[in-house]
C-alpha cells in the first residue's frame, strides 16, 4: 500500500473518529457533568502525552515566539470548543451537533479571510451560503415549534463550531513556530489544567466524586475513547494526511463525520432523524463540497 493511499485511510479514520465522538460526549454527560467529564478526558489524554514523551516515542519544544497567537489557540481550542460543544449536547442530539459541526470548513474559510486576509473567488462565496442555508433551516425548524430541536443547543453547537474554525485559522500561524506535535502536547496541558480547575470550582468535583467516576465502567469506556481516539489519534491521522493529500481533499473527507455521526446518533441512541435534519445535511455537505471540490478543485 503507497503512501497516497495510507493517507486516504488515515484521512477516514480520522473522519470516522470525528464522527462518533458526538456518541461518546452524549453518553458520558449522562454520568458527569460537561467540565467533570472534560477534566477526567484531558487529564487522561495527558497523562499519555507525557508518558510518550518519558518513553522518549515524541518530543516536545516549547516555541520561542508567537506566545499571543498560541494562548488564543489554546483558549479556542480545546476550552471553548470543548465546552461549548458539551454544554451543547446536553439540549440537542449527537446527529444534530454532528450535522451543524459540517460547517466548520466554511467558517474556517470566513475567517481566514478575516484574520489572515486569504481570498476567496465568488463560486466558493456562493456554496458558503448553500451551507449557511442547511444552518438557517435547522433555526427555523425550532421556529416552527418542531418536537426536539433547542435554540440554546444549536447557538451553542455553532459557536463551537466558530471557536474550532479560529483554532484552525490560528494553527496556520502557530504552526510556523511550533511542530505539531508540541502543540498537541501543550493543548492536553493546558485542558487538563483548565478543566480540572472549572470541575473543581464550578461543579463541585471532589475525591468521592472522583472515585464513583473512576468505579463507572462505562464512563471510563467513553472517557477512553475521547482521551486516545478523539484528542490524541485525530491529530496524528489529520498530520499524516495532509502530509500526502491537499487540504481542500481531506476537508472533503472530513464530511463523512456527518454520516457517521448520524449513523452513530440514530442506530445506538435510537435519536430521532427527520426531513429537516436530511435537508440540512446535503445543503451544508453540498456547500463544503462544492466549495472544495467545484469553486476550487484540488491539484492532483
Do not use: W
Not at 493517507?7 to 452524549?26: E, P, T
Amino acid at each position: 500500500m503507497d503512501q497516497r493511499t495510507l493517507a486516504y485511510v488515515a484521512a477516514i479514520l480520522f473522519a470516522s473518529f470525528i464522527g462518533l465522538s458526538f456518541l461518546f460526549v452524549k453518553e458520558s454527560l449522562d454520568a458527569a457533568a460537561p467540565f467533570t467529564m472534560l477534566a477526567f478526558r484531558f487529564t487522561l489524554s495527558f497523562l499519555v502525552m507525557l508518558a510518550l514523551v518519558a518513553a522518549s516515542v515524541i518530543r516536545v519544544r516549547l516555541p520561542q515566539s508567537g506566545f499571543r497567537d498560541l494562548m488564543i489557540l489554546l483558549i479556542a481550542q480545546p476550552v471553548l470548543f470543548f465546552s461549548l460543544q458539551a454544554f451543547g449536547l446536553l439540549y440537542i442530539s449527537s446527529s444534530e451537533a454532528g450535522i451543524i459541526e459540517a460547517i466548520t470548513p466554511v467558517c474556517v474559510g470566513i475567517l481566514g479571510i478575516v484574520i489572515l486576509s486569504e481570498r476567496v473567488n465568488a463560486k466558493q462565496f456562493l456554496c458558503f451560503f448553500v451551507s449557511i442555508a442547511g444552518i438557517v433551516c435547522l433555526f427555523l425548524m425550532e421556529g416552527a415549534g418542531i418536537s426536539g430541536v433547542s435554540t440554546p443547543g444549536l447557538v451553542l453547537t455553532v459557536l463551537s463550531v466558530f471557536a474550532t474554525s479560529l483554532y484552525i485559522v490560528m494553527g496556520r500561524r502557530v504552526s510556523r513556530t511550533i511542530d505539531p506535535v508540541s502543540l498537541t502536547f501543550l493543548m492536553m496541558l493546558f485542558g487538563c489544567l483548565v478543566f480540572c480547575t472549572l470541575a473543581v470550582g464550578c461543579e463541585g468535583l471532589d475525591v468521592d466524586g472522583t472515585l464513583v467516576l473512576l468505579g463507572n465502567t462505562d464512563f471510563l469506556i467513553e472517557t477512553l475513547y475521547l482521551a486516545l481516539f478523539t484528542s490524541i489519534a485525530t491529530s496524528f491521522l489529520a498530520m499524516y494526511s495532509l502530509k500526502e493529500l491537499e487540504a481542500a481533499r481531506v476537508g472533503i473527507i472530513q464530511t463523512l463525520s456527518v454520516v457517521v455521526a448520524v449513523a452513530a446518533g440514530v442506530l445506538v441512541l435510537q435519536e430521532t432523524f427527520l426531513i429537516y435534519h436530511a435537508v440540512a445535511t446535503v445543503l451544508i455537505v453540498a456547500g463544503v463540497i462544492l466549495a472544495n471540490y467545484v469553486a476550487d478543485p484540488p491539484t492532483a
